[in-house]
């Protein structure tokens, strides 16, 4: 059985928490060096999608405009890959 991990990211919003996936790696050094990657990037690393809800905010001065992403992963297990 091979170790299969799901990289995922998202924002919170006024409107609730989002969640993308990255991608996948089959081992869990792979996901946490992502992970470190990732959170400890003095940039953003990933992009908002054109659907998500920062893009269609309407409130003028949503504080959830201007946020930083999350990021995580989590393990992939046989039946969700099939």
């Not at 790696?25 to 992970?35: F, K």
């Not at 990933?46 to 949503?62: G, T, Y």
Request: proline share 7%.
């Amino acid at each position: 059985m091979a170790e299969r991990y799901e990289l995922i990211y998202g924002f919170v919003h006024c409107r609730g928490r989002t969640v993308y996936q990255a991608g996948c790696v089959n081992t869990l050094a792979e996901a946490q060096a992502w992970l470190e990657r990732n959170r400890e990037a003095p940039f953003k690393l990933v992009k908002a999608p054109p659907e998500d809800p920062i893009r269609s905010c309407r409130a003028a001065w949503c504080p959830f405009k201007r946020q930083k992403p999350w990021f995580d992963f989590r393990r992939v297990s046989d039946e969700e890959e099939s």
